[in-house]
């Protein structure tokens, strides 16, 4: 009797002490979700060039948010504008986790496609975090609440925004301190055409891609690395993303072209009360090769020529500022005004391509009860000309009045 008491008292000790570890094993699991749709009225003007560019977009070529409005050319050599309306289930919804494991966790993302959009594991080892998987990059500081045409990604991505995508990367966080090496962006690099005629000129003839290469060598990694300081009721932003690889072609032979991408952006938010300013600043060469885009002006990539072994590095400027009040926790208004500046040197005949953008909007988030969101929007894109030494082509403009409905669970 004595022996089934001590050994049923030795069960018992032995099941309480596993019982910690058992909890411990068991990883926490958080569920969300999010639903965003977006309908507007979109409308580009007669001014926009009719013909379409190799992305599909009327009147530029790295186009984030599509329209499906198109400016019209008719026989007679007239054109006109043209609207559409956007009724859009929006790719950046999503349905996700977050999981905790003691010192181990980690994090997957879909959107609406479906495509996967984050998957990544943590491990907390101290002093720091190591992040392994898809996840936003290092240089990535969103301060505009921007839509946009099309209802894209929203958050101003495409038009001036900090932002590098969603890629697979090894990251290190260490407080406000990113780094990572990501999955290389490799943009051919593209061709201007010969014998511009301004008379006939549309965006096509301008920008070619016919020197696709035999094939693309990724040498490095796609690095970036940022730092965030918070400073109270403001935060700074600074950070950079670098990019490299290898273009081979045939032009009877071998013929190898090192293609370098570089942006440097700063940024900050701040808050005085009700009232909220952001800002961001980049400067960039190449910023479309660099993998710190797309961004939607002409002049974002590098123009390379396989028969002239001859390159021109494009430069690009962009900054925006956001202003912002909060009438109650139920109730803010928002507007902005972003700007983009790009030039590359031709390679086929004197001169340079110019080109800016100038984006304005406003904005009024309305939350009627916790997690469900209505947003209307109302917009302009001035996307201007593309100015070169023998004339200007005029791009047009965009204009859209619309609503993002949201709803979190």
Not at 101 to 109: A, H, L, S, T
Not at 335 to 354: E, H, R, S
């Amino acid at each position: 009797m004595k022996k089934l008491l001590v050994l049923a008292v030795a069960m018992m000790v032995t099941f309480a002490l596993a019982l910690p570890a058992t909890a411990q094993d068991k990883a926490d699991w958080s569920f969300y979700g999010s639903v965003r749709m977006w309908t507007a009225w979109e409308s580009v003007d007669s001014d926009t060039p009719p013909q379409l560019s190799s992305s599909g977009a009327a009147g530029n070529f790295f186009q984030v948010g599509v329209t499906k409005a198109r400016a019209q050319q008719f026989s007679d050599g007239t054109t006109s504008g043209d609207d559409d309306v956007a009724w859009l289930l929006q790719g950046n919804s999503r349905i996700g986790a977050n999981v905790k494991w003691g010192n181990v966790g980690g994090r997957f993302e879909y959107g609406s496609g479906p495509n996967l959009r984050l998957l990544y594991g943590d491990w907390n080892f101290g002093p720091g975090t190591l992040r392994i998987g898809q996840d936003y990059g290092a240089y990535f500081y969103l301060v505009s609440g921007m839509c946009g045409v099309g209802g894209a990604e929203c958050n101003g991505i495409g038009f001036g925004s900090i932002y590098s995508g969603r890629t697979p990367q090894i990251k290190l966080i260490m407080g406000g301190f990113q780094v990572n090496l990501a999955t290389s962006t490799t943009t051919a690099s593209y061709q201007a055409a010969p014998g511009l005629d301004v008379a006939t000129l549309v965006p096509s003839d301008i920008l070619v891609n016919a020197n696709t290469p035999q094939d693309t060598d990724q040498l490095l990694p796609k690095i970036e690395a940022s730092y965030t300081f918070n400073l109270g009721p403001a935060s700074i932003f600074i950070g950079g993303v670098y990019n490299q690889y290898k273009e081979i072609f045939d032009v009877g032979g071998e013929r190898k072209h090192t293609v370098d991408g570089w942006a440097f952006g700063a940024g900050t938010k701040m808050g005085f009360g009700p009232f909220y300013v952001n800002a961001t600043a980049q400067y960039a060469h190449n910023p479309n090769n660099s993998g710190a885009g797309p961004y939607t002006v002409y002049p974002s990539v590098m123009l390379y020529d396989p028969a002239t072994d001859r390159d021109e590095s494009a430069k690009y400027f962009a900054g925006q500022l956001i202003l912002g009040f909060k009438l109650s926790d139920a109730i803010a208004f928002e507007g902005g005004f972003i700007y983009q500046q790009g030039k590359v040197g031709a390679l086929n005949y004197t001169g340079d391509f110019k080109q800016s953008t100038y984006t304005y909007y406003i904005q009024m988030t309305w939350s009627p009860v916790k997690n469900v969101y209505f947003i209307p929007e109302f917009g302009i894109i001035d996307f201007d000309k593309l100015q070169f030494q023998d004339g200007d082509l005029n791009y047009g403009s965009t204009t859209w009045l619309g609503v993002k409905w949201m709803i979190n669970f």
